[in-house]
């Protein structure tokens, strides 16, 4: 899993399988959470987003869930696909405007 | 335009010298940050403009960067003097203003600054 900090993980998975790519963080104060995904020489594109009203929101084969009770956020990829390789980023807004990311888990999804 | 756009998508400088980046937003969006990923790293927050608001420059590292914003528009990165750890992916996002740290940035593909 990914914390704000610590180095890059990397999780390896078979096409087919479900993902589970999990974030920590540590802002009490974060009311918004966002999911990211980069590929090699890309922009992070946006994902899914959550707000702290909710523990669980559904988009297209994702699903985010929070966790305010012990600052967890993790991202589930059903039925992963070779072109869901790529880095994943976690962000909190700490209350404030702008996001702080994570430093990612890199996804491998083997065919 | 359709995403946001940054430019120039390399730039390769040699140590001392200033360059300058460029960030063409998406239309409609008033808020507007500069980020800076490390190879291998997370994204390093440096700047943040929101409409004609004093812009929040708490995350710039050191006076040798600077930013500005024309309106609603374009935006210029600068670093002056340039050293060896300033290179990295500059990254330029906009968002809604209403959002307020509450929606998504929407992300350019960097500049990728090495500086020899």
């Known amino acids: 899993g990914e914390s704000v900090g610590l180095h890059l993980p990397t999780l390896s998975v078979q096409e087919g399988d479900n993902s589970i790519i999990n974030c920590a963080y540590s802002?009490?104060?974060?009311?918004?959470f966002i999911w990211y995904k980069q590929e090699s020489g890309k922009g992070p594109q946006f994902i899914i987003d959550?707000?702290?009203?909710?523990d669980k929101r559904q988009g297209q084969r994702v699903t985010v869930l929070l966790n305010k009770t012990v600052k967890h956020l993790s991202l589930q990829i059903a039925a992963t696909q070779p072109g869901d390789s790529a880095v994943y980023f976690c962000?909190?807004?700490?209350?404030?405007?702008?996001?702080?990311f994570g430093k990612g888990t890199m996804l491998l999804v083997s065919p | 335009g359709a995403g946001v756009s940054q430019s120039p998508s390399n730039k390769v400088t040699e140590k001392g010298k200033d360059v300058e980046l460029r960030c063409d937003p998406i239309s409609g969006h008033t808020a507007l940050y500069w980020y800076r990923q490390r190879l291998g790293q997370g994204l390093e927050f440096l700047i943040y403009f929101q409409g004609n608001s004093a812009p929040d420059k708490s995350g710039l590292p050191s006076d040798r960067f600077s930013a500005e914003r024309t309106g609603e528009s374009v935006s210029t990165l600068t670093i002056q003097r340039t050293q060896q750890e300033d290179s990295a992916v500059y990254l330029c996002?906009?968002?809604?203003?209403?959002?307020?740290?509450?929606?998504?940035?929407?992300f350019g593909n960097g500049t990728r600054l090495t500086v020899t």
């Open positions: 959550i707000r702290s009203n909710m």
């Open positions: 962000a909190e807004n700490g209350g404030y405007s702008t996001l702080t």
């Open positions: 996002a906009s968002s809604l203003a209403a959002g307020r740290g509450r929606s998504p940035l929407h």
């Open positions: 802002n009490s104060a974060s009311d918004y």
